[in-house]
């Protein structure tokens, strides 16, 4: 089972209001990788888009991370 992120939870990010999980790279929107693979995908896994919307892309691309982590 996945847990929400407090940090994301405190910023109000869900499956409808999610513009602060955008991330910036040298101040443009950018993709990043999320940790969970597309099920109805042989090579996908999910992603957050430049606009903050959850999307997915094939595995041989190329994108950032944002690390975190929970304790507990």
């Known amino acids: ?8 939870l405190g910023k109000g990010v869900n499956n409808t209001s999610y513009t602060d999980a955008i991330k910036q790279n040298n101040g443009t929107n950018t993709w990043w990788w999320l940790r969970a693979a ?3 995908r042989a ?5 957050v888009y430049r606009d903050g919307r959850i999307t997915y892309n ?5 994108g950032g991370v944002a690390p975190a982590f929970r304790i507990g």
């Open 38 to 40: 597309a099920s109805d």
């Open 1 to 8: 089972q996945s847990r929400q992120l407090d940090y994301y």
């Open 58 to 62: 094939n595995a041989s691309t190329t």
């Open 43 to 47: 090579n996908g896994f999910y992603d």
